[in-house]
């Protein structure tokens, strides 16, 4: 059996600790240790972007991060975002303008634009773009996402 270490995480807002093995990855951790289904594997190359979460106000594929080396790091996923029945502001945008399609990326994307919304909430269209190429959709075009971050964009602005 290989070797664990221990590692503090806080996820979503709460202080947590788990023995992970030193080549195990932060999406593994999150998926089958603390069951956060939002955050997907798809190419495990840190191609596609679907394993996308926040980490230390970062934007990260978490498939590229060793758990270890995210020990004491602050994680948000989309499960972090909103209270149960009161979706945050990029979520409620989403829904309203159909920002998603089958379903699959649809939280990498949240992600994305939950950062771009709190980090970057000027930013020119060219600049979202930039930041959604990290995410790839193979069901549509980028064309309600985009709406919907400028539109999480302006509720932000009047709340």
């Given amino acids: 059996m290989a070797e664990t270490i221990t590692i503090r995480l806080k996820v979503n807002g709460i202080e947590r600790e788990v023995a992970v093995k030193p080549n ?17 594997a798809g190419c495990l190359r840190g191609e596609c972007g679907i394993c996308t979460v926040i980490m230390n106000g970062k934007l990260v594929k978490s498939c590229l991060v060793l758990a270890p080396e995210a020990d004491g790091a602050e994680i948000l996923t989309v499960e972090g975002l909103s209270k149960p029945g009161k ?26 634009a939950h950062w771009v919304v ?29 709406e919907a971050i400028k539109y999480a964009i ?6």
């Fill in 24 to 40: 195990e990855r932060l999406l593994d951790v999150l998926r089958e240790k603390f069951y956060i289904n939002s955050v997907k």
């Fill in 118 to 146: 709190e980090n970057m909430p000027d930013a020119p269209e060219e600049e979202i773009k930039e930041i959604l190429n990290s995410v790839i959709c193979r069901c549509t075009g980028y064309k309600q996402i985009i």
């Fill in 87 to 112: 979706p945050s502001v990029v979520q409620r945008a989403f829904i309203e303008k159909f920002g998603f399609q089958c379903g699959f990326c649809t939280p990498a994307f949240v992600m994305a």
């Fill in 154 to 159: 302006e509720l932000k602005r009047q709340a």
